[in-house]
């Protein structure tokens, strides 16, 4: 188990650390689990898939989001596999869509998610068949909805009774069929490593279970001829570790799916779990593999339709983190560094690199935690804990909270944050007027751009004077 360790910090005065974090042996070494498949060390220099940090940085420069294609292939394909051919996976897209993300996932023969209409129109850019588009999101407009249908998507989840309505006057108005999935909130709230189960739940999301709007949803859909009910859509949350909540979430789901078949004689062909499934940031995350995540659900499902003596409909998940985040890393240069006294006499280590909230805004968004190494050289300075910032005027623009790292980091040195290619680019803004960072896909030894970096002509491009 390598989740919750009780990190050593008897070390030396200055240590601030978390428990969980460990004093490294060796700093310049890699956590394999925390990185692309294809990212490794040589001669202490940070190489992806043949191509080394410094060159990637002096090429496309800083900060740079790297993606190992490969591995993010293998990820999709690997959950693909994992749950075989009676479940459909939806890559999650608002993880991080572009037009080569998205080949990728339809080439690796993953369904795909979008939330909105901009993210429909990358999927429509890149040529997604669209029978394998889900549309999700709980405040889609007429305009969305009705391009959504025009274009065929092959599913619609829909989130509010005003949106049962839309489509009921926008399938009579164009005279199609809408198929649709409810979302439903099964009164489970995940966090990171332990789930809350409520009676009802105070979010924005889904019909409840609880309070039996799912049950009066499903029945307004029913009564609309336009809408084709394929099933009930449950997401509980996202970063989840525990099995427990996902298991709780589908049962109650389930019972809901056999009530409607008793009450309403309605069959639904089909079942959502959801996606959320959680990866290593730090050496505090110990994710499960895929192959697990299929046992459990698929037993949990089959258990519960035994139980209620049902036929197993077909199922779908929604992994979108599990897939993009870890294939990616991000490259940063150190501008400046200092150090800060502390109570007590001891200090901490500030190291300020050229991007930061702009570019990743989950630590101040969530607290999230990352991990981050030297990538550009070997260092024998002994490690002292540091912590990574950005370039905004923020103090909570942090990019790493805590990482040991060489005492030497000095301006010019590249540092390489892993697990950064889910809700970062995605999340990324302009604040401060800093230009968003370029995405650069490695694969065979090969670069290239796949999102190109912002300049100042993009970022006076709106100002109209
Ligand atoms: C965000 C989201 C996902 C993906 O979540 P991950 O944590 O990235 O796996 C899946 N389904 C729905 C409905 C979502 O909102």
Redesign the pocket.
Known sequence: MRSHEAGALHGQAGDRGPAWLRRPDDPDELVPHLWADNVSKVDGVLTVAGESAPDLAQRYGTPLYVVDEDDFRRRARSFREAFGPDVDV?Y?G??FLCVATARWVEQEGLNL?V?TGGELAVALRAGFPTARIGL?GNNKSVAELRRALEVGVGRI?VDSVEEIDRLAALTAELGVDAPVMV?VTAGVEAHTHEYISTSHEDQK?GFSIGDGSALEAVRRIASVPGLRLLGL?S?I????FVTDGFEVAARRVLQLHGQIAAELGVTMPEL?L?????IAYTTQDDPSAPGDLARNLTKIVDEECRAQQLDRPRLSI????????PSTFTLYEVGTTKSVGLDGGASRRYVSVDGGMSDNIRPALYSADYSCTLASRGSDAPAVLSRVVGKHCESGDIVVKDEYLPGDVRAGDLLAVPGTG??CRSLANNYNHVPRAAVVAVRDGESRVIVRREDEDDLLRLDVG
């Open positions: 939806y999650a608002k993880a998610d939330c999700h989840i979302r999301f859509h997401h949350g996202s970063q989840i959502d959801g996606g959320g499934f959680g929604e992994p979108g983190r599990a897939i993009a985040g889910a809700y």
